[in-house]
């Protein structure tokens, strides 16, 4: 065997994790890009034909749901897979499968397994001893590995063992209401054996930390618990209020290499697996330890624990979620989840806690908004339950489900929602005695103005920004940001020379305020560059990317997604001043940093293939053009959802880029499907549904039907004067294109 890889299954996303670390480890694949990593392993264990193929065995523990290994089984070729469930569903066999079934050891094995163990320690010991504890425990495996861990750590003897495990069991008799508590159904032997361990850990220094480790990390994943969140200060105030509880003379506050060396203890002990060297997963537990750890508790302990485990997660968040610590936050997000299962109701007294606010947000901000929408909609549901519809902890719990509505692509739906929450906080705690009041009125003018109503947008910023200069003083960050947003939709509706003033004013203050090097200074600098070029100035607004993408660079770094931001706007502004071929080659280089960045699915990296795939079609290559936003469209179906804006977006662009590369009959199957769609979705009055309409009719008198195209004109012309206005644009070109349409038809 040239390859054995050992994986957590307990989850997709362990699978996942387990694949990319052996991607990690045997191909150097990408640590910031995980999934990537895991597809390089799968692809690796199935090498091409001119390749020698390597033996290997992979091995998924415990795997927990079959589902979960759907497009995830290695290949069968050259090497094997061992899997270890407790399911016995259909989808585990055929294609070459073999299913085993495996219950507890036979009584030879249980007794060859213990004096395999003791005798490569040293412990000899008779056979009928090693027997009777055998039989002691159930020949349960685990058990099995748990007493012999102790008896030599312990350097005690078989019949010791047994003579403290019979003591035990008593003990526990008296705690637990019927032998069927216990983990899976197991003799009270078994917790028995756990409970000696824990307490033989308690023991070993530092003293009386072992077990409150234990059960801290029973309230997180079990398949990898990051070392930070152990040894946080939250963490280590809490062991050091246990330890007191239980140690006579306790040595002082508890210290980080105090909490290291805790869980040492139980890994000698076999209670848990400590690996420094993953840091991310650096704990790992069994679910059965687990589920014994918090039979212990009482329900006061266990919610201490649990606000424990959250405030040691919330103190190892990062404020901002860089690339390089993705593997962390997807660490963090699926701790949290399993605290959250753990926790019940304890995570929602006295007040929701933060944590439960900071998973969503991270789910969201790592490309996954309809995720987020969800669990906020499933947080809302739980808060309003539990602390009331009108507590404050479930109007913020709104607040969030609102934005990532928007964020899912339902800009309206996030504008209703809003409006809704504004007038409800503003009566349950006022306007300007909490600081969510402005928030929610500015997050409430975004999305307004994303749902179309710019002009309202503005107004409402206006209004905003001097609210915020009474209430907090001109120079507040908040004021400032108010003031920025104002000219963004001031720009948006239709006047970027006042937006560019604006922001000219704004970047001074930051500069003032704030300094030169700023975030927020730079932000403001991106944003004026933008209205620059959109007021006429582009060749000055090239120039500002330029200097900006150089300061990005050297105080974000070059992979911080503000600077890969600017990046993208310097192509598309070199592109509009001129230099298509070269806004192309721009993209190619961006559309390979953002895949290694932020990953394939993350929705920069699917605005950047867009926007490459736009600029080849402008550059001459309309059939690479068409050919990449079919599989963009594909792509943005499936991460982000078939009726998102974004969606729906890249398939107008598909069916443009179809007509000109010459395959007219698709694009009139892609607008005429894509019309549908909009009608449904975003309404028959909507700007881009009558932008759809007018594609087609173009195309009807291409391809020679002008009378089709003249009706669809004038019925068109109707509709974009009643809803747009006769002198918009979009109305004056219609008309253009009836009228040349109709000289056709009468020619």
């Not at 159930?138 to 403290?164: E, F, H, K, N, W």
């Not at 209205?531 to 090239?542: H, K, M, Q, S, T």
């Not at 050297?554 to 070199?574: E, M, Q, S």
Request: glycine content about 6%; overall charge negative.
């Amino acid at each position: 065997m040239d390859v054995l890889v050992w994986v957590s299954a307990s989850s997709r996303q362990a699978i996942t994790a387990g694949y990319a670390q052996a991607g990690i480890e045997l191909l150097a694949a990408d640590p910031g890009d995980p999934e990537q990593a895991a597809r390089a392993f799968l692809a690796w264990l199935e090498p091409k034909p001119e390749e020698k193929p390597c033996r290997w065995l992979v091995v998924l523990d415990d795997l927990a749901d079959p589902a979960d290994l759907r497009g995830l089984w290695p290949p069968n070729q050259h090497g094997r897979t061992l899997v270890t469930t407790r399911r016995r569903e259909a989808a585990l066999t055929g294609q070459g499968r073999r299913l085993v079934h495996v219950g507890m050891f036979m009584p030879w094995e249980a007794d060859a397994y213990l004096t395999a163990v003791l005798t490569a320690h040293d412990c000899t010991e008779p056979a009928d001893e090693i027997n009777a504890l055998a039989e002691d425990l159930g020949y349960l495996p685990l058990a099995l590995a748990q007493a012999a861990a102790y008896i030599v750590d312990a350097s005690t003897t078989c019949a010791a063992y047994r003579s403290l495990l019979a003591d035990r069991r008593r003990k526990l008799a008296d705690l637990l209401p019927e032998s069927n508590a216990l983990p899976d159904d197991q003799a009270a032997t078994v917790a028995a054996a756990w409970s000696l361990s824990i307490e033989r850990a308690d023991r070993i220094r530092p003293q009386g930390l072992a077990q409150p480790m234990l059960q801290l990390t029973a309230m997180l994943d079990p398949n990898g618990i990051p070392d930070t969140v152990l040894i946080s200060p939250p963490a280590l105030s809490h062991l050091t209020r246990q330890r007191a509880l239980t140690t006579p003379i306790p040595d002082g506050p508890v210290r980080a290499e105090d909490a290291a060396a805790a869980l040492r203890v139980l890994h000698r002990l076999n209670l848990v697996d400590h690996t420094p060297d993953t840091p991310h997963q650096a704990v790992r537990v069994h679910q059965l330890i687990q589920r014994a750890a918090l039979d212990a508790l009482t329900s006061t302990q266990r919610r201490e624990f649990a606000r424990t485990a959250a405030d040691a997660l919330d103190a190892v968040w990062p404020e901002e979620e860089p690339t390089a610590t993705f593997t962390l936050t997807q660490a963090l997000r699926a701790n949290t989840e399993a605290l959250i299962s753990a926790a019940d109701h304890a995570l929602y007294r006295p007040s929701v806690h933060v944590v439960l606010y900071r998973f969503g947000r991270s789910l969201g901000g790592s490309g996954q908004a309809a995720a987020a929408r969800d669990y906020f909609q499933n947080l809302v549901d739980q808060t309003a339950r539990r602390r009331g519809p009108d507590h404050i902890d479930t109007l913020a719990a709104r607040y969030n489900l609102a934005r990532w509505l928007g964020e899912a692509g339902d800009a309206a739906g996030a504008s209703s929602a809003l409006t809704e929450l504004l007038e409800d906080w503003e009566r349950v705690v006022g306007s300007d005695t909490h600081f969510l009041a402005p928030t929610i009125r500015s997050e409430l003018a975004r999305w307004q103005g994303v749902a179309g109503e710019t002009a309202g947008a503005a107004s409402a910023l206006a209004g905003l920004a001097e609210d915020r200069k009474r209430v907090l003083g001109p120079d507040h960050p908040d004021t400032l940001n108010a003031r920025q947003h104002y000219a963004n939709w001031l720009g948006e509706a239709g006047d970027p020379a006042g937006a560019a003033s604006a922001l000219a004013g704004l970047v001074e203050d930051r500069k003032r305020v704030l300094g030169p090097d700023h975030p927020d200074t730079l932000n403001t600098r991106h944003d004026l560059a933008r209205w620059r070029a959109e007021a006429g100035d582009v060749a000055g607004a090239v120039a500002a990317y330029v200097k900006l993408v150089e300061d990005r660079e050297r105080v974000l770094g070059p992979d911080h997604i503000d600077t890969l931001a600017a990046r993208g706007n310097l192509a598309h502004w070199r592109a509009e001043a001129g230099d298509a071929a070269g806004a192309v080659a721009a993209y190619v280089k961006l559309v390979d940093d953002v895949l290694r960045v932020l990953g394939p699915d993350h929705p920069h990296t699917l605005t950047a293939r867009g926007n490459l795939a736009h600029w080849r079609g402008v550059a001459g290559n309309a059939a690479g053009a068409a050919a990449a936003l079919a599989g963009l469209v594909e792509d943005r179906e499936r991460v982000l959802d078939p009726d998102h804006p974004h969606t729906l977006t890249a398939r107008q662009e598909l069916a443009r880029w179809q007509a000109i590369a010459g395959d007219v009959a698709g694009a009139i199957v892609t607008n005429a499907a894509l019309l549908e769609d909009e009608v449904r979705v975003l309404g028959p009055d909507h700007p881009e549904t009558l932008a759809t309409r007018a594609n087609l009719a173009l195309l009807q008198g291409v391809t020679g039907d002008i009378a089709a195209a003249v009706t669809a004109y004038d019925e068109l012309l109707d509709d974009m004067a009643r809803v747009l206005g006769p002198d918009h644009p979009d109305t004056l070109a219609a008309e253009r294109n009836l009228n040349y349409w109709l000289n056709g038809l009468e020619g």
